[in-house]
């Protein structure tokens, strides 16, 4: 449906959806306004692989996140008018106009050598080679936590399992045989 590209399967197909479509049929129009990305009030309207912001209480942008106070002062990235001013900013920018997205990685929050993203009020880490987690925090593996025999070469990556055991450090359990004499 909606343009996307269908292959036939053994009793099943795959479809390529055009970009704005999911769905096993590609039957899903995307939300691009779940993330409710209009500021200031503003409200969005849902189109394909897009959406647009009808800005309300003067204030203008792709998303609404500007406004100008009138007297001069401009506001930035969502924040209000106050009288008397500047601004009164969203969580996570400061400054004068709001101008500033405050620096969430400035307690280094990433471990073991992660690369902190900085966000709106929050960060990303993006792990080395070896680690995981929302700060890098856990050891895929090295040379002593690969579990039920499995081994750790190179180090970086999940640990090399033995048959019947999964998971990054091979802690899911052995299938299970039985056999039954007689
Ligand atoms: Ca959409
Ligand atoms: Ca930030």
Not at 78 to 103: L, Q
Not at 126 to 135: Q, V
Request: a negative charge; hydrophobic letters at 20%.
């Amino acid at each position: 449906m909606h343009g996307g590209t269908c292959t036939d399967g053994v009793n099943s197909y795959t479809c390529a959806c055009v970009l704005g479509y999911t769905g096993s049929s590609c039957e899903t129009d995307i939300d691009e306004c779940a993330s409710n990305p209009c500021m200031n009030g503003g409200s969005c309207a849902d189109e394909v692989n897009y959406f647009t912001c009808a800005c309300v209480n003067g204030s203008i942008g792709t998303l609404c996140g500007t406004t100008e106070c009138g007297d001069g002062t401009v506001c930035h990235n969502g924040g209000a008018c106050t009288n008397p001013g500047p601004c009164d900013c969203v969580t996570g920018f400061n400054g004068t106009m709001c101008e500033t997205n405050i620096d969430d990685c400035s307690t280094t929050p990433c471990m073991n050598g992660g690369v902190c993203v900085d966000e709106v009020n929050s960060f990303t880490c993006n792990c080395a080679a070896g680690y995981k987690g929302d700060t890098c925090q856990t050891v895929l593996c090295d040379l002593s936590n690969c579990q039920n025999g499995g081994t750790c070469t190179p180090f970086g990556h999940p640990c090399n399992c033995p048959p019947g055991f999964t998971g990054d450090l091979c802690e899911n359990g052995k299938l299970c045989h039985v056999f039954i004499n007689g």
